[in-house]
């Protein structure tokens, strides 16, 4: 779902439900208002649970639609099949001029893995050529890494990074918090 027609769908008030799948220190720091928070970890433990609860218009948010189309993937595996997502994630919905809750500032982790890599990078070829050449083998590493996690569309470096207290949530949202917080959606007839 575009991020325009969204933005228009919630202005008007129309029956959609919101669920962003992001982790909850990323939803602290910036949401679309009205929207549920079901971390993906979270879906994945309770998928049949959510996919009960839900029904109608379901969008999925995350920050660039790889969590969103994994959590689609696993609400069609039991039954619900016509949730969308949102085109472009929680930026594209705020650059559409969406109504956002803004939290906590905090990186995206995209930045803070740009940030980490960079950083290993610089500190082991310049470690390697004043300190130590063994130190040249990190930025061997972390491009490695890189390329591993282009081809996987997983990244180490941001699990790592998303434990990090800065990064860590007020409180997590848990099955009684998150998906029971949703309303049911009342059956098709």
Known sequence: ?????????????????????????????????????VPLPLLAEHTKDLAERLGGDVVLVCQSGTRAADARK????????????????????????????????RWAMERQVRMAAGSLVLVGALGGRFLAPRLQYLPMAVGAGLAYSALSDSCAMAAVLSRMP?????????????????PRAVPRG
Not at 80 to 92: K, M, N, P, Q, V
């Open 1 to 37: 779902m575009a991020p325009a027609e969204l933005r228009d769908r919630v202005a008007r008030g129309s029956a959609v439900t919101i669920v962003d799948v992001r982790s909850s220190a990323e939803f602290e720091s910036v949401h679309i208002r009205g929207a549920y928070n």
């Open 74 to 105: 696993r609400l069609a595996a039991v039954g619900l099949e016509d949730a969308a997502i949102l085109t472009g994630g929680i930026a594209a919905y705020d650059a559409a001029g969406g109504t956002v809750v803004r939290g906590a500032r």
């Open 166 to 182: 800065w990064n860590r949530a007020t409180v997590d949202p848990t099955v009684a918090t998150a998906i029971q917080s949703i």
